[in-house]
């Protein structure tokens, strides 16, 4: 999705990459750093992680999707915002 930061591993979930400054200052050679995100998007139907399905690149606001075929289930919340898991609609559990 253009504009969006965001990467996914079935270890790591959800996760941006960025360059290690310090670490190119120490050694001279290039590094990312790996930072994982907090913020988790449940389906409370199915206990399954929502993907993220679209990214709106000016507001930040990421729409997550169940992964079951015939749940309608979705979500738009801040892809950045504050460690969370959330559970659709209705339904918040801080970390």
């Not at 790996?34 to 679209?54: E, G, N, P």
Request: proline share 6%.
């Amino acid at each position: 999705m253009d504009g969006c930061q965001h990467h996914y591993s079935p270890g790591c979930g959800y996760f941006t990459l960025e360059p290690n400054v310090e670490h190119q200052k120490a050694t001279g050679s290039a590094a990312l750093r790996m930072s994982r995100s907090a913020t988790q998007v449940i389906c409370y139907q199915h206990k399954y992680s929502m993907f993220l399905a679209a990214f709106d690149p000016n507001t930040g606001a990421g729409n997550f999707r169940c992964p079951e075929k015939d749940c309608a289930q979705t979500m738009t919340i801040q892809v950045d915002g504050p460690p969370a898991y959330w559970l659709g609609d209705g339904y918040f559990k801080s970390a």
